[in-house]
C-alpha cells in the first residue's frame, strides 16, 4: 500500500521553471562541403572555382532550457544534435540565428562560457591520454579554479556512485570504455558547472555502467539543480532521466514536449519467435496489437503496460513450441518514424 502510494508521485519532483538557460532563436547552421572533381583536372578546376554543397546540419531551431531540466534530445543519425551541441557549447559558430546561454553568447564568449559548463562527447574523450586519471583530474581543478576543499570532496563525491578508485593511478589510455566515460563524467561536473551537455555519454556501454552514468547525471541534477541535455539512442536514457524530450530529424525540431505525451507511441515491445508451425500461430490476448509473419519468423507486437513479455511468452508456450526468441526494445529511430508519419 506504502509503495503504491510512492509509485504515484511523479518519478521527477514538480518545480516551477523560472530561469531559461539556454536560448537559441531561428538557429541554423550550413556546412559547405566541396566538391574534389576527378583527377588532375578536377583538381585544377576546383582550385579556381571552388564547388561546393550545403548541407543542412540544423534549420531554423528555436529551443529554450530551464535551469534544472534534463532535457532528451534525440533523432536519428545525422539529425543535427552534435551540430547543435557544438553551437551551443561554442565550439561551432552558427550560421544564422541567436544563443544565449546562461546570459552569454557562447561563441563571442568561449572562456567565459567555459567555466559555466560541462561537455561530454561520448568515445571522444577530453582527457590527456598519458596521464594518470588523478593528473588529468589535478589539472581540470587547477583550469576550473576549484579549491582543494570543494575538490577532495568532490571527488570523494563522485567516487561513491562512479568508482574512480579503481583506476584512479592508471594512465587515461589504459582505461576500458566504462571506465573512460565515467571519468568524463565525472569531469564534466568536476567544477559544478550550471549546465552539462551530455552527447552520447552511454554509447557502447554495458547495462551496469549504463545505469551508474545515470545515477551520477540524476544525483547531480537533484542536488545541485545542473540542467542537462542529453543526446542519445538509448531510449532506457531518456525514460530514466528525462522528463522533456525534443526530437530532431533533418536538422529541423519535430517534437519538444513531455516525454509523456511521447510514450505510448514507443511502449510497444516486439517479441520475435522462431516458432514450430508458424502457419497455425494465432494469438488473443490482451495487449497484444499485430502478429506477423515474415522469413520464418513470427513477430509479435505488444503493449507492455497492458501484458508483460514473461505473461506473453507463457501464455503462448501452453500452445505452441518456441525454437527460439528475442525481444526487441523499440528504438529512436522507430519513434521518429512513427512521428514523421503520423504526425502529432
Ligand atoms: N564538420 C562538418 N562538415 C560537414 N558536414 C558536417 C559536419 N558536421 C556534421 N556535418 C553534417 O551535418 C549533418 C548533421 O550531423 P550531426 O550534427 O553530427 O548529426 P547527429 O549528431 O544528429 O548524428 C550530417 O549530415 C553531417 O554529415
Ligand atoms: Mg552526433
Given at each position: 500500500m506504502f509503495f503504491g502510494c510512492l509509485g504515484a508521485i511523479k518519478k521527477h519532483s514538480q518545480k516551477e521553471?523560472?530561469?531559461?538557460?539556454i536560448r537559441a532563436e531561428n538557429l541554423s547552421k550550413t556546412f559547405k562541403i566541396y566538391q574534389q572533381g576527378e583527377g588532375v583536372k578536377g583538381y585544377l578546376k576546383n582550385f579556381f572555382k571552388r564547388e561546393y554543397e550545403e548541407v543542412k546540419a540544423v534549420e531554423d531551431l528555436n529551443l529554450e532550457i530551464n535551469e534544472g531540466e534534463i532535457v532528451g534530445y534525440i533523432g536519428s543519425n545525422g539529425a543535427g544534435k552534435s551540430t547543435t551541441v557544438k553551437m551551443l557549447t561554442g565550439i561551432l559558430k552558427p550560421s544564422e540565428g541567436e544563443i544565449e546561454v546562461n546570459g552569454r553568447n557562447p561563441y563571442e564568449e568561449r572562456k567565459k562560457n567555459a567555466m559555466d559548463i560541462g561537455v561530454v562527447f561520448g568515445q571522444?574523450?577530453?582527457?590527456?591520454?598519458?596521464?594518470p586519471v588523478k593528473e588529468s583530474f589535478r589539472l581540470l581543478k587547477e583550469i576550473y579554479e576549484v579549491t582543494d576543499e570543494d575538490y577532495d570532496k568532490r571527488i570523494e563525491e563522485f567516487d561513491e556512485v562512479l568508482?574512480?578508485?579503481?583506476?584512479?593511478?592508471?594512465?587515461?589510455?589504459?582505461?576500458?570504455l566504462g571506465q573512460k566515460m565515467r571519468c568524463e563524467l565525472a569531469a564534466a561536473f568536476l567544477h559544478h558547472p550550471k549546465i552539462v551537455y551530455l552527447d552520447e555519454p552511454t554509447i557502447g556501454l554495458d547495462i551496469a555502467v549504463k545505469e551508474r552514468i545515470r545515477d551520477f547525471i540524476r544525483k547531480m541534477n537533484r542536488e545541485k539543480d545542473t540542467t542537462v541535455m542529453l543526446t542519445t539512442h538509448d531510449m532506457d536514457d531518456i525514460e530514466d532521466l528525462c522528463e522533456r524530450v525534443v526530437v530532431l530529424d533533418g536538422g529541423k525540431k519535430i517534437y519538444d514536449g513531455q516525454l509523456d505525451s511521447l510514450i505510448d507511441r514507443f511502449t510497444s515491445r516486439r517479441l520475435v519467435m522462431d516458432v514450430k508451425n508458424p502457419e497455425e500461430f494465432k494469438l488473443t490476448i490482451e495487449g497484444v496489437e499485430s502478429v506477423e509473419k515474415e522469413n520464418g519468423e513470427t513477430e509479435v507486437v505488444f503493449n507492455r503496460e497492458k501484458v508483460s513479455a514473461a505473461d506473453l511468452m507463457s501464455e503462448i508456450l501452453q500452445d505452441y513450441e518456441v525454437i527460439d526468441f528475442k525481444i526487441k526494445e523499440p528504438d529512436i529511430d522507430s519513434v521518429v518514424r512513427k512521428i514523421y508519419n503520423e504526425g502529432l
Open positions: 521553471w523560472t530561469m531559461t538557460l571522444k574523450t577530453q582527457l590527456w591520454w598519458d596521464l568508482q574512480l578508485s579503481e583506476f584512479w593511478d592508471q594512465p587515461v589510455r589504459k582505461l576500458s
